[in-house]
């Protein structure tokens, strides 16, 4: 085994898997406003930033061959309602960076996150009745609304993160009914109930709108892998054009099971908290930074998955590009 390890061409000729920028896609979160960037206390090197900030960053990316940004709005707390009706706006925050993206970069990939957590008061991904329950089927009428909006706007992938039961095939019908056949849909199938994204709520504010509560009777539960399998059955049943795994690392057994079973696009979700440990131990310099960046982001690959969502992305794709 050892002379096939023994120098850099030799170990090259037998690698199994690579990472290209063709891999990344870059999470981003946005600002109302102009001129305006927040840092992420909780995630080092993340910024909010208004539309015209995310510009600059999308043309890096763009350069650096990364194929798509997925956009989480930043939503003001006076936006927000109980019936979270600012997800639907035409002329709100998301439709509108999705406008301005598209308009200066149409050949790079917009992705939107279909979810009402940005836009509730409670926090939660969709309606709730007066117990405090998330209610499925009314969701999905106000999810097929929020995706229609960005559809409108131009965007390429609508990405449904909500984990409500049904919410691809609503999503499908209601773009399909409108015309908008080419708008593709990745869903966060095998989405899990998960500690590890806490610095994502952070980031986009939902955190103090949740206070204690949890999402688990939506997500999925972290000790099942089966119903994962059964998740994604569904969802490709429904027209699902990728399917996504999340969070990503504690979750490789998932991708790879995903990836063997249906042989179908499989993104995996290297979540805030991900990031945010391993940013955390490079700064106390207890681990090389980029090192274990580049060790994680192969692993997905390894694992099986196709693309990977990253707060990395750009530092990556350098790193890649030499
Ligand atoms: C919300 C959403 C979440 C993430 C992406 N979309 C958080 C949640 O479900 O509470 C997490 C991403 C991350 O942690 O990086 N629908």
């Known amino acids: 085994m050892r002379r096939a390890r023994r120098d850099d061409f030799s170990r090259r000729l037998v690698r199994e898997n690579g990472l290209s920028p063709d891999n990344l896609i870059l999470p981003v979160f946005v600002l109302d406003g102009a001129k305006k960037t927040e840092p992420v206390a909780s995630m080092p090197g993340v910024l909010r930033r208004t539309v015209d900030e995310l510009l600059p960053v999308a043309e890096q990316a763009l350069t650096l061959g990364i194929p798509a940004l997925a956009l989480f709005p930043v939503i003001e707390p006076g936006l927000k309602t109980a019936g979270a009706e600012e997800a639907w706006n035409a002329k709100g925050l998301v439709p509108r960076a999705v406008r ?8 790079l990939g917009v992705i939107t996150d279909v979810a009402l957590d940005p836009y509730t008061t409670h926090g939660q991904d969709g309606l709730i009745d007066t ?37 691809v095939a609503a999503l499908r019908r209601a773009m399909d009914e409108k015309g908008f056949i080419h708008t593709r849909i990745l869903a966060y199938s095998a989405k899990y109930a998960s500690a590890f994204y806490g610095p994502f709520r952070d980031a986009v504010g939902s ?9 688990k009777n939506y997500q999925m539960d972290p000790a ?11 969802d490709l049943e429904e027209g699902a054009d990728y399917v996504m795994v999340k969070p990503g690392m504690p979750y490789l057994d ?20 991900e990031y945010a440990m391993l940013q955390a ?42």
């Open 207 to 215: 955190g103090t709108s949740l206070g204690k509560g949890d999402k």
């Open 254 to 273: 998932i991708v790879r099971r995903v990836k063997d079973r249906f042989g179908v696009p499989t993104f995996v979700y290297q979540v805030s908290g």
């Open 100 to 107: 301005e993206l598209k308009k200066r970069f149409p050949e």
């Open 131 to 167: 117990s405090g329950y998330v209610v499925n089927d009314e969701t999905l009428v106000a999810l097929s609304k929020q995706a229609l909006a960005h559809a409108e706007a131009g965007v390429d992938i609508v990405a449904p993160s909500d984990m409500m039961d049904g919410r």
């Open 224 to 234: 099942n892998s089966d119903e994962a399998l059964h998740e994604i059955a569904l």
């Open 281 to 322: 131990a490079a700064a106390q310099g207890w681990i090389d930074g980029e090192a274990c960046m580049m060790e994680a982001l192969l692993s997905f690959r390894r694992a099986g998955a196709d693309a990977i969502l990253t707060y990395f992305a750009i530092d990556a794709a350098k790193r890649l590009k030499g």
